[in-house]
């Protein structure tokens, strides 16, 4: 009886973060990114805009309880074997997959870091330094990161605005990219 229980709880847990997950791939992807403002549509381009994504969701959920710090767990382990998966299909070996992801990981949680100190300033210059930094490290001059810092800036307050039980049903909402 409880495993039953358990069970059925855990696949409606796993319902929303799928569709939470599904939220976050879908603003990641968002086309502006790639056309407009000169993200780079490889790989590593699409990486650094999940793992925006994916942190700014962590960071709405940071210091929560019960249900949604579970979730933001849940999500953060799919983010992870969504990566190490995407490194397979990319023809990364079983013995450089560790190596990489560990690699992967540093960077993820450098740039969180990153970006926490930007936002919690609202130091939107400091923040297009840092996205410049991440995104674009090889391009010098990046004249878009500002346009994608407002960005960030703009998810993060939407994101602030809804209410935790919304997200934890699956329910978050990003800004549209490029949106006056």
Do not use: C
Not at 105 to 126: P, Q, S
């Amino acid at each position: 009886m409880f495993q039953r229980l358990f069970g059925r709880e855990r696949n409606a847990n796993r319902a929303i973060t799928d569709a939470l997950y599904a939220l976050i791939v879908a603003a990641a992807r968002q086309t502006v990114f790639y056309s407009d403002w000169n993200v780079p549509d490889t790989p590593l381009g699409r990486f650094e805009m999940l793992s925006l994504h994916m942190y700014l969701i962590q960071r709405r959920l940071r210091g929560e309880q019960g249900v949604a710090a579970e979730v933001a767990q849940v999500l953060i382990d799919e983010f992870f074997r969504d990566v190490e998966h995407s490194l397979r299909e990319l023809g990364i070996s079983d013995v450089g997959v560790p190596k990489r992801m560990k690699k992967l990981a540093k960077m993820f949680y450098g740039r969180t870091a990153a970006y926490d100190d930007a936002l919690k300033e609202d130091d939107r210059v400091a923040l297009a330094a840092a996205l410049a930094r991440n995104v674009r490290p090889d391009a010098g001059s990046w004249p878009q990161a500002p346009l994608l810092a407002d960005y960030v800036g703009g998810a993060s307050q939407k994101l602030a605005a809804q209410p935790t039980e919304s997200i934890v049903a699956g329910m978050a909402a990003f800004p549209a990219a490029g949106a006056a």
